[in-house]
């Protein structure tokens, strides 16, 4: 079965103070792994789909990484307006296409 | 472009009765989706439609049922409502055939108290 952990559960940080979100997945066959932002009261966001171990992808203060078991979303210098939940998700070869399965998210806030 | 539309945006109902949530696309899929969200948990698939005219179960379809209506359209009903129901639920589109095709697109939920 497909499993994905997110940590922390929770994150509090002050403005500028750089971290990283992690998402450890078990997958048999990874098709691609998916991070999404969630603000409160509204629906997920899409951010970055990772593909294979070593790929990197970037968008403003954000850097996804992934390993063969792991994902980081890198925080660079965060601001106020990065405060949301993170989600991380991820679709196998096995278990058909539309099977996408989704971590529990981490909730960031940053402290002005 | 609206992307992704879905209503109603808050509903309570008494256990027992029924409603509909409906949801619509303007973005061409072809696949569109309904989960639920609750907390502590990861948002779990409800039913899922691959392309028009074909549906079927995810991960928790007990309690609900859902139409394709059109390409554009797909909605899910609850025949009789339960607490367990009480739940945010979101619509979620995405076309598989196309370069950005893994990238699900959500609407803005549905909250859903079941008293």
């Known amino acids: 079965e497909d499993q994905v952990t997110q940590s922390p559960e929770a994150l509090r940080l002050q403005e500028g103070e750089s971290s990283s979100l992690n998402c450890s997945y078990t997958?048999?066959?990874?098709?691609?792994l998916f991070w999404y932002r969630q603000d409160p009261g509204k629906g997920p966001e899409f951010l970055f789909t990772?593909?294979?171990a070593g790929e990197e992808k970037e968008k403003e203060r954000l850097k996804a990484t992934l390993t063969k078991k792991e994902s980081f979303l890198h925080i660079t210098a965060p601001k106020p307006e990065d405060s949301a939940t993170y989600l991380c998700a991820v679709q196998a070869n096995s278990g058909g296409y539309q099977k996408v399965t989704f971590g529990t998210g981490t909730k960031l806030q940053v402290i002005p | 472009n609206a992307g992704v539309t879905q209503t109603p945006k808050f509903q309570v109902l008494k256990t027992g009765q029924s409603m509909t949530l409906q949801c619509a696309q303007d973005?061409?899929?072809?696949?569109m989706y309904w989960y639920r969200q609750d907390p502590g948990m990861g948002l779990r698939l409800i039913y899922y439609?691959?392309?028009?005219?074909?549906?079927d179960k995810g991960e928790v379809p007990n309690g609900y049922n859902v139409s394709r209506l059109n390409k554009r359209e797909f909605s899910l009903r609850l025949e009789s409502a339960a607490p367990s129901q009480t739940s945010v639920y979101f619509c979620a589109s995405r076309d598989p055939g196309t370069k950005s095709g893994n990238t699900i697109y959500f609407g803005e939920g549905s909250w859903l108290t079941v008293v």
């Open positions: 973005m061409n899929h072809n696949s």
């Open positions: 990772l593909y294979s």
């Open positions: 439609s691959a392309s028009e005219g074909t549906t």
């Open positions: 997958v048999s066959g990874l098709r691609g």
